[in-house]
């Protein structure tokens, strides 16, 4: 009796030790940010409405409040921790309201239509930075779409593969 005892707490202490890694692996830290903001004032992306555009450079990008996401991506040797501000705040921030999406995007001419379901269900970032330093033009940077892809199941499907863009220069609302 006291054997079969010994090996339920046993059992379940291997149940909890295994769901508490299982949850470390897929958990997202959304936090508020400490280290120096950007102080490089170039312009890098506009963002177009109905009532103009606004110019934001990665210094004017970061003092909107930044955020940390760790994720893991479509692909392995991007997986990792990103900061940068939530693509929901820059909206508001550019005064883009009761639109039903953006049309992101990149230098290199690739372009998307990202619905406003995907930054009102997810926490989605635009990223400046990776591991805290901002990311070259050779890493997909210098600015970059996160989805918080360990989240939800959902993010998993290859439709949302396509809209992590990067080298985002160019926000434009649809109306
Ligand atoms: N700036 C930019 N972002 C991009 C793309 C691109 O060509 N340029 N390709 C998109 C598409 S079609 C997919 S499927 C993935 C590219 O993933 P892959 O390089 O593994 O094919 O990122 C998306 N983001
Ligand atoms: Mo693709």
């Not at 400490?34 to 990008?61: F, I, N, R, W």
């Not at 929901?88 to 921030?93: A, T």
């Not at 635009?126 to 033009?137: E, F, G, Q, V, W």
Request: proline share 4%; with cysteine.
């Amino acid at each position: 009796m006291r054997c079969v005892n010994l090996l339920t707490k046993l059992g379940f202490l291997i149940f909890c030790t295994l769901s508490t890694a299982l949850l470390a692996e897929s958990s997202i830290q959304l936090t508020s940010w400490s280290t120096p903001l950007s102080e490089d004032t170039t312009e890098q992306l506009t963002v177009t409405g109905h009532k103009g555009e606004k110019h934001y450079s990665l210094a004017s990008l970061e003092a909107l409040g930044m955020h940390t996401l760790s994720t893991h991506t479509f692909w392995p040797e991007d997986d990792g921790s990103y900061q940068g501000v939530l693509l929901s705040d820059l909206l508001k921030d550019a005064g883009l309201k009761d639109i039903s999406g953006i049309q992101l995007s990149a230098i290199d001419g690739f372009s998307q239509i990202i619905p406003k379901e995907d930054w009102q269900n997810w926490p989605l970032l635009l990223a400046t930075r990776r591991d805290n330093a901002p990311i070259s033009l050779r890493k997909k940077g210098p600015i970059r779409l996160i989805y918080p892809r360990d989240m939800d199941k959902q993010l998993e499907d290859g439709i949302y593969r396509l809209r992590w863009i990067w080298m985002i220069n160019k926000i434009e609302a649809i109306y």
